[in-house]
């Protein structure tokens, strides 16, 4: 058996971004409107200034209005709180991201139950995923709908597969499982308690592992032929000394990637796979959040 198609996320997500970046030209010659994000950071996590730093690039590189608010990591709850109001009611601002994960004295239920809905570019808000749940249009989370797309893109039709979703995180599991539901895949939500997880995976036509354990994925785990959508990213020292001196990292799954891709049919790498498409769809859901609350047909 040969080995699996790599699907490339980093060439789908720049094409996404193109996309994004001619619909926002046309919104902005038709309506005048620019779309705008402002994301939050509280605290100086590395990791997250890192992503927070790509987010405000590419906004800005797709023709959208960016803000970036850094507070310090002592901000108070209701010093947060002022913020998020103010967002919600500029009418320059379309979507709304904070930064998780928060200090330990914020609670991040509680920041995103103060997020408008029509402005929760995370998807995070009881709302949205109410309103995925019950098939409406709703604001989804970035990762789970890039997941769909290269899905899409690679297999065609996804109607009568099985899906196994490793992980039920609101972020990622849940959405990602009502994606593939309306998608009318049959869907197995897996996780830490689950009986025998390899034998479960085992039956997945189509694999996604979203549980943060690098490499817990082994390549017996996948039924020959099955599409794996690795979305786990964990940081490890360099392999090279000198690198590694340097403070250099490289990036692992949550599936140990050579064993599955002597298995699978089409499979994700780390890195190059979901983790570009984050930030692409994100443009999309700020540019999407544009329309609706401006009353612009999609």
Not at 15 to 38: D, I, M, N, Q, S
Not at 243 to 270: C, H, M, N, S, Y
Request: glycine share 10%; hydrophobic share 45%; aromatic share 4%.
């Amino acid at each position: 058996m040969s080995e699996a198609m790599i699907i490339d996320g980093k060439a789908f997500a720049a094409r996404l971004r193109e996309t994004v970046a001619v619909e926002v030209a046309t919104l902005k010659a038709e309506h005048g409107l620019t779309p705008g994000l402002a994301v939050v950071l509280v605290g100086d996590d590395p990791a997250s200034q890192v992503y927070v730093r790509n987010k405000g690039e590419q906004t800005a590189a797709a023709g959208m209005y960016s803000e970036t608010h850094r507070l310090a990591a002592e901000t108070s709850e209701p010093e947060l709180f002022a913020l998020i109001d103010r967002l919600n009611d500029d009418p320059a601002i379309h979507g709304i991201l904070v930064q998780f994960p928060v200090p330990g004295h914020l609670s991040q239920d509680r920041i995103v139950a103060r997020i408008s809905p029509d402005k929760d570019v995370d998807g995070l808000t009881v709302t949205n995923a109410g309103r995925l749940a019950s098939g409406l249009p709703a604001l989804t989370s970035c990762t789970p709908v890039g997941c769909m797309m290269l899905l899409k893109d690679a297999l065609g039709e996804l109607r009568g597969k099985h899906a196994v979703v490793i992980g039920r995180s609101n972020l990622m599991g849940k959405p990602m499982a009502q994606l593939l539901l309306a998608a009318d895949c049959t869907v197995t939500i897996a996780h830490s308690r689950t009986v025998d997880l390899p034998a479960v995976c085992r039956q997945a036509d189509i694999l996604v592992a979203a549980v943060g354990r690098a490499e817990m994925v082994r390549g017996d785990w996948i039924k020959p032929g099955a599409a794996v959508i690795d979305v786990g990213i964990t940081r490890f020292p360099s392999r090279d000394p000198e690198k590694a001196a340097q403070g250099k990292t490289r990036l692992v799954g949550d599936v140990a990637f050579d064993e599955a891709k002597a298995v699978a049919g089409w499979i994700t790498p780390v890195p190059g796979g979901v983790g570009p498409m984050t930030i692409a769809c994100l443009l999309q859901n700020t540019l999407t959040a544009a329309r609706r609350l401006n009353g612009i047909a999609e």
